[in-house]
């Protein structure tokens, strides 16, 4: 159980449709600003970004797992775009 408290602590990604009518653009970076060892990334997707998005967010999500397990958080945000 140590090892999932740690994989919580270093703070899943998020992952954000810049087309996604449902939330402003302006929203990851509120999420940045009140968690700031938030991982959040912007796709080039909408709403069902696992549809177009797919490659990518498998790739972020393989990167999140393989976060050493030190229960220490890593502070970075990206802007990925195709």
């Not at 939330?23 to 909408?46: H, I, N, Q, T």
Request: include cysteine; charge should be negative; glycine fraction near 4%.
């Amino acid at each position: 159980m140590a090892g999932l408290d740690a994989r919580a602590a270093a703070a899943p990604p998020v992952i954000w449709g810049k087309h996604d009518l449902s939330f402003e653009l302006s929203e990851p970076e509120a999420y940045r600003r009140d968690v700031p060892s938030a991982r959040v990334y912007v796709l080039d997707a909408g709403n069902f970004a696992l549809d177009t998005a797919a490659d990518q967010i498998a790739e972020l999500v393989r990167v999140f797992q393989h976060i050493p397990l030190t229960g220490v958080p890593c502070h970075f945000a990206a802007v990925v775009s195709s």
